[in-house]
């Protein structure tokens, strides 16, 4: 049984770790999906944790949405939010609308 793909964005945050963690921690979710971690720091610990659990590590900037189409390449799940918070008017838009569009293709 071939896996299907999780692309996890914000990979070292405070939502996006535990859930790469948990996928790949729990039994049946590992059998069942393969998790591409999104960061814009793959070298940093906690990233390195997850890949020696089997996760495959992308780096990527929001920024640069010309990424986006290699990191989502294959995804059959997304987990993906923005920080509100951030300060950033308009920051759901920017980053969202465009994630939207591209997982549509």
């Known amino acids: 049984m071939s896996k299907e ?3 996890v964005f914000g990979l070292t945050g405070k939502q996006g770790s535990p859930v790469a963690n948990y996928v790949l921690g729990d039994e049946e979710l590992s059998q069942q999906y ?7 720091s793959p070298s ?5 944790a997850l ?11 929001l920024d ?11 995804t059959y799940v997304l987990f993906f939010l923005t920080n509100a918070q951030a300060g950033a008017e308009g920051r759901e838009i920017k980053y969202d609308r465009p994630m939207t569009c591209l997982m549509k293709h």
């Open 5 to 7: 793909l999780l692309t």
């Open 34 to 40: 393969s998790v591409r971690g999104v960061t814009h």
């Open 64 to 74: 640069k949405l010309s990424r986006f189409f290699h990191a989502l390449n294959g």
């Open 51 to 61: 890949k020696s659990k089997g996760a495959l590590i992308i780096k990527a900037d």
């Open 44 to 48: 940093i610990s906690k990233v390195r």
